[in-house]
């Protein structure tokens, strides 16, 4: 792959539009990220669970403040790759257009979780085990393995390239049209779901290979040789990964610690690993004049962050050869200094030790799987059977752009699992307890 073909600000959809527009202030990487600031889709992440409840009286993170933080952390790492990589391309005819990698990756990073459903990961194990193990089993026989195998192995990032490219019933064509090298920055997972190596990991539905393939094709993304759909990462997906797994990961124990969940001590260990005696001992002296707990964890992370940012921009730059190639193997995250690697290894064991099974956390899993299984049990039973008093009613209810009466199954089951995953945490609850009579509308 090369950089000069990489950097597309041709707009998926309206691509006989495109072109250049003198004089214009905003490139078309910046109208991509405030698109999507205005529109819909990412208002609603700010009622979607992250990892913990949503805020009661102490605020921890949503999904709307998590993709503004990686966002952030994106940009900062893509400006440090740029001021690496323009010397070593500086007698390139394309140079310049380097300078447009950070407004690329910023877009990608507030797009990234666009596609995930209420209440966190847990929604999107509820809307997988919803056909392998529940209700859903019963459509299996009526569609294609392809078909089957994107329901069963339903993915958050697959969906977000959907919500971004598929043309929704009364929208243009194009989805959101964004620019060619912003869509293929998202996809984390360039395969399609039955040859996924990792459960539950994939980059496109079945619907949406020719959108990605076009995409490929115009960016110069090698396929991968092999049975299925599968392809190289574009090189900035390695950034966008980054900035949120540093975000979650660092910014989940910052959380921890609000609620209780970690104490001062066990945080500053595990922040204070990432540094040497010396940097150790300039923070301490920093953190003296701080007696707020809440603000010394606060310190201690942006200087976390800062330090992950700088050693994911290296390992990057060290090793573009190989990413350009389509053959580096793991994250950046992954191959940094082992001595920083160590210390974030240090945080995830304690993450899922102590953070990802805190009763709060499990009883939003509990409550969610709940919540969204019966909202697809009736959603779905109302497409295969519109003949039925409740199923036109319900289906009365799903907002025109779900395409619910299609003469296709598949099409008619995409549109419920469509609606649901777009559904904020509060809204799939209100939904559930309408539906069982729980709560009546007020006059």
Request: with cysteine.
């Amino acid at each position: 792959m090369n950089w000069d073909k990489l950097i597309s600000d041709k707009r998926f959809g309206l691509e006989h539009y495109h072109q250049d527009r003198p004089g214009q202030t905003r490139s078309d990487f910046q109208r991509d990220y405030d698109r999507l600031v205005f529109s819909s889709p990412f208002r609603r992440l700010q009622n979607k669970t992250q990892v913990f409840p949503l805020p009661g009286s102490i605020f921890v993170h949503n999904r709307l403040t998590h993709s503004m933080e990686v966002a952030c952390v994106g940009r900062s790492m893509a400006r440090e790759v740029v001021g690496a990589l323009l010397p070593r391309y500086a007698a390139e005819p394309w140079v310049m257009k380097l300078h447009d990698l950070p407004d690329i990756v910023a877009a990608a990073c507030l797009a990234h979780d666009l596609g995930n459903p209420p209440f966190g990961h847990s929604g999107e194990k509820a809307i997988s085990t919803f056909f392998s193990e529940g209700a859903g089993q019963a459509l299996r026989s009526e569609l294609t393995a392809d078909q089957w195998s994107d329901l069963i192995n339903f993915e958050g990032n697959a969906n977000s390239f959907r919500q971004l490219t598929h043309q929704f019933q009364g929208r243009r064509k194009g989805g959101f049209a964004m620019t060619y090298s912003m869509l293929a920055s998202i996809v984390k997972y360039p395969y399609e779901s039955r040859i996924t190596p990792k459960a539950n990991k994939f980059g496109f539905f079945c619907t949406e290979i020719e959108s990605y393939k076009r995409i490929a094709a115009e960016l110069g993304i090698p396929r991968l040789e092999g049975e299925g759909v599968a392809f190289a990462r574009h090189p900035l997906v390695y950034l966008v990964e980054a900035a949120d797994d540093i975000c979650y990961e660092v910014m989940d124990i910052e959380d921890a610690h609000k609620l209780k969940i970690l104490s001062h001590d066990e945080v500053k260990r595990l922040l204070m690993g990432f540094f040497d005696a010396e940097r150790r001992e300039h923070m301490e002296e920093v953190m003296s004049d701080i007696s707020d707990p809440n603000e010394r964890v606060g310190y201690m992370r942006s200087c976390v962050i800062g330090h992950l940012v700088n050693c994911c921009a290296e390992t990057f730059v060290e090793n573009e050869e190989a990413i350009l190639r389509g053959d580096f193997k793991g994250s950046l995250l992954e191959n940094i200094r082992p001595d920083v690697r160590q210390a974030y290894e240090e945080c995830n064991r304690t993450s899922w030790d102590r953070i990802y099974r805190a009763p709060e956390v499990v009883d939003i899993e509990l409550a969610g799987n709940r919540i969204v299984t019966f909202l697809l049990e009736k959603l779905i039973h109302a497409v295969r059977f519109p003949e039925e008093n409740y199923s036109r009613l319900l289906l009365s209810k799903v907002p025109g752009q779900y395409d619910v009466n299609s003469p296709d199954l598949f099409t008619k089951v995409q549109a419920a699992v469509d609606h649901v995953a777009s559904m904020t945490d509060v809204y799939a609850l209100d939904l559930y307890r309408r539906l069982n009579g729980m709560s009546l509308p007020a006059v």
